[in-house]
C-alpha cells in the first residue's frame, strides 16, 4: 500500500467540528511527523497589532511578536511567504531554537482575514526548497478549509 499522504492524514484528524486549537494541535503534529527534518513546526495567530504563540511542536518559543518583527511579523504583514534559507544571515531573525538554520513562514488568510502564520524551522541550511514549500502551502490551504471564523 502507497505511503498516506499528508493531506489525507490531516483529513482524518481535522474537522470543522473541533475546536481551532484542537485542529492546530494535530496539525503541528502531522507536519512534524510526515516531514523529517524539522525541528519547530507552530502557529502565530494574531491579535491586533501583534501575534502570540499557538499550538506547536518544539522547544518552548517566544510568546508574542509585534506586526513587521522577525521573520513570522515580516511574514504576517507583508502577507506573503517567507523562505529563508540561512536564519543567521537575516537580522530581523528572532532566534527561539539555536539549532534552526532555515525557517519557511506562510501566512494564513480566510475570507481575506490574516488569522496568523504557520513557521517552520529545521537544523538544515537551504531546508526550504520549492517542492516543500508548494507541499506546506497545500497542507496550509486545506487547514484553512476546516478553520472557524
Ligand atoms: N524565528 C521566528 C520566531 C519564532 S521561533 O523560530 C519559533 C521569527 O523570526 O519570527
Redesign the pocket.
Known amino acids: 500500500m502507497d505511503k498516506i499522504t499528508i493531506i489525507e492524514y490531516l483529513s482524518l484528524y481535522l474537522d470543522k467540528k473541533y475546536t481551532n486549537i484542537t485542529n492546530m494541535a494535530n496539525f503541528v503534529a502531522i507536519i512534524k511527523e510526515m516531514i523529517e527534518g524539522l525541528n519547530?513546526v507552530?502557529f502565530?495567530l494574531l491579535n491586533e497589532n501583534e501575534l502570540y504563540l499557538g499550538p506547536?511542536q518544539?522547544k518552548a518559543?517566544?510568546q508574542t511578536?509585534p506586526l513587521g518583527?522577525?521573520?513570522?511579523?515580516?511574514a504576517a504583514k507583508k502577507e506573503e511567504i517567507m523562505v529563508i534559507d540561512d536564519?543567521h544571515s537575516f537580522k530581523?531573525?528572532?532566534?527561539?531554537?539555536e539549532a534552526?538554520n532555515s525557517?519557511v513562514?506562510l501566512p494564513l488568510i480566510k475570507d481575506n482575514k490574516l488569522i496568523g502564520v504557520l513557521?517552520v524551522?529545521s537544523p538544515r541550511e537551504n531546508f526550504f526548497n520549492k517542492s516543500l514549500v508548494k507541499q506546506l502551502e497545500s497542507a496550509v490551504n486545506y487547514y484553512l478549509t476546516i478553520h472557524n471564523l
Not at 518583527?69 to 515580516?74: A, F, L, Q, R, T
Not at 530581523?92 to 531554537?97: K, L, Q, R, V
Open positions: 519547530w507552530g502565530y506547536f518544539g518559543a517566544v511578536i518583527e522577525g521573520v513570522c511579523g515580516i536564519v530581523e531573525h528572532i532566534a527561539c531554537d534552526s525557517e513562514v513557521d524551522d
